[in-house]
């Protein structure tokens, strides 16, 4: 799984110092040119064409690696509104230019930006996990045609202060989230994504364990083995829950998640019709963004924590034996599910693993956090845009663990906004007969549903028994659910986008900053 290798030096002569690099990238705002033999390079292009310093443009300067200068402009970097993803997208305009000119090293290196400044204290990393990003290509294609011919770039230099090790650990995880999220769903389907995990954690720390027995699952997974039922029949379709499990030395608090692994949507018996089933493939954005960040985990080993993952791996298939709305289903915790809508299914296949956390947490030594991971409404995409939602619970709220992740996403270029949960979230979900506590959705689209993000979150609370542990309770539980459907991929587009690997940088800057 090769991805370009990060180098750092203190200089641009240091960089040139080595004969294999042949391109220089330089990044940031051009009203002025810090480096002095730039300047007068850049001044001259300008004085020919106006775009220099405008647009991300190639050209032909001596004295620089392999006589290649690409001038990337970031725009300013002052104004209220700017931020460190503007480094981190041009770079990754930079990263494909310079590839296509032929250069396979090039020297990243920033020009007129300011580090001290808080929303740019991570602007070396932005511009490496950008570059990265921009020329990131998806496996099938890897697999089809070879990763040397395909992404042939190996190396990178940067210029400026940053733990390379690190920065790559996080380009790691993020390369196995865009693996897991962005392929089809038969490369990709249950039994096939429980065996990439089981080899991108091979030879590390974690521990793979892999349910796959629908006998097993049905009893202790009874939510996700219904979402799942009628894929059984297909063999390589069949759901398993994939469980991940790192140890830290000295660990002083436990990170526990769910993630939302539908490999394929089609809505189930609620069908997803007109155009909408393209691009649900990608409905496993959350379980891919999980498995990615306990790939930087596995990459950094701390000794601080431990982390737990389980991920639900389920194709919610249409066919006679497809569970339906109004069915009651009794999850892992004994709560009693009335379905509202089968085409709202992240949330079943997570409630089930969401339960077990929950138990492991309650009887935990140590503090523990919480989290579902999905791609889970419409909703999230149209309220909150290209950013990941977070809503807290109580306790997570009272121990600011919602925005400590936004803080952390500001600053790493991977940001997110905070919704709260509120009383009608919880009367939403409330069951309305005495057949059932619980109902799963309403029957209409998230998007058009007040609080569409929200009340799933709750439902969440009520369903893995995290209810009992709110902060009325002994042991209350830090838990945030994470929508990632509108930050999953570049554009919103789901279809042909290609997968961020959201909220992965966030978490990794949370939990293992070095």
């Known amino acids: 799984m090769a991805f370009a290798q990060l180098h750092c030096v203190e200089s641009l002569t240091q960089a040139k110092e080595n004969e294999q690099t042949d391109a220089l990238i330089v990044i940031g705002p051009f009203d002025r040119v810090e480096d002095t ?14 775009r220099v310093g405008k647009e991300t443009l190639l050209l032909l300067q001596p004295d620089v690696p392999g006589n290649r200068l690409v001038v990337a402009p970031t725009g300013p970097l002052n104004r209220d509104y700017d931020d460190v993803r503007q480094i981190f997208d041009a770079a990754a305009k930079a990263a494909k230019i310079v590839q296509d000119a032929g250069a396979r090293h090039p020297v990243l290196m920033l020009n007129a930006v300011d580090t001290q400044d808080e929303r740019y204290q991570q602007a070396h990393l932005a511009a490496y996990l950008g570059f990265c990003q921009a020329l990131y290509q998806p496996l099938e294609a890897r697999e089809a045609h070879g990763e040397d011919e395909i992404e042939p770039t190996k190396a990178v230099t940067l210029v400026g202060a940053l733990n390379a090790d690190w920065a790559m650990a996080v380009e790691a995880g993020k390369r196995v989230a865009r693996d897991l999220a962005g392929t089809e769903p038969e490369r990709m389907a249950p039994p096939r994504f429980a065996e990439y995990c089981r080899q991108a954690f091979a030879h590390t720390p974690v521990k793979v364990t892999v349910i796959d027995d629908y006998q097993q699952l049905q009893h202790e997974y009874p939510l996700a083995a219904a979402v799942g039922r009628a894929s059984i029949e297909v063999e390589r379709h069949r759901p398993c829950v994939i469980r991940l499990e790192y140890k830290g030395a000295k660990p002083e608090r436990t990170v526990m998640f769910a993630g939302k692994g539908i490999v394929y949507d089609t809505g189930g018996a609620d069908l997803k019709v007109g155009g909408h089933m393209a691009g649900m493939s990608r409905d496993k954005g959350g379980a891919a963004a999980v498995a990615g960040f306990v790939k930087t985990v596995a990459e950094v080993q701390p000794d601080n924590i431990n982390v737990i993952a389980e991920i639900a791996a389920v194709r919610n298939s249409i066919g006679s034996d497809a569970f339906v ?60 845009g290209p950013y990941s939602a977070l809503v807290p619970n109580g306790a997570a709220r009272k121990a600011q663990v919602a925005q400590q992740l936004f803080e952390q996403g500001e600053v790493f270029g991977d940001p997110a906004e905070i919704s709260w949960s509120r009383r009608e979230d919880f009367d939403f979900v409330k069951g309305r007969t005495l057949c059932d506590d619980l109902l799963s959705s309403n029957n209409g689209p998230s998007a058009t549903t007040a609080r569409g993000h929200q009340f799933p979150m709750a439902f969440l609370v009520g369903v893995s028994g995290l209810d009992a542990h709110g902060i009325d309770s002994d042991k209350p539980l830090n838990y945030v659910h994470v929508d990632i459907a509108g930050s999953g991929v570049e554009g919103g587009d789901w279809q042909h986008g290609k997968p961020t690997a959201a909220p992965v940088t966030m978490l990794a800057a949370h939990y293992l900053r070095k």
């Not at 033999?37 to 106006?50: F, H, P, T, V």
């Not at 969401?354 to 409404?377: G, K, Q």
Request: glycine residues 6%; proline residues 1%.
């Open 37 to 50: 033999e730039l300047s007068e390079a850049i001044r001259a292009a300008q004085q020919s064409d106006q």
């Open 325 to 384: 709305a109004d069915e009651i289903i009794t999850g892992h915790s004994g709560k009693r599910v009335r379905i509202g809508n089968t085409d709202a299914e992240g949330r079943l296949a997570m409630a089930d693993l969401l339960s077990h956390l929950r138990e492991e947490a309650a009887a935990s030594e140590v503090p523990c956090d919480l989290y579902t991971v999905a791609t889970l409404t419409g909703h999230a995409a149209l309220s909150k």
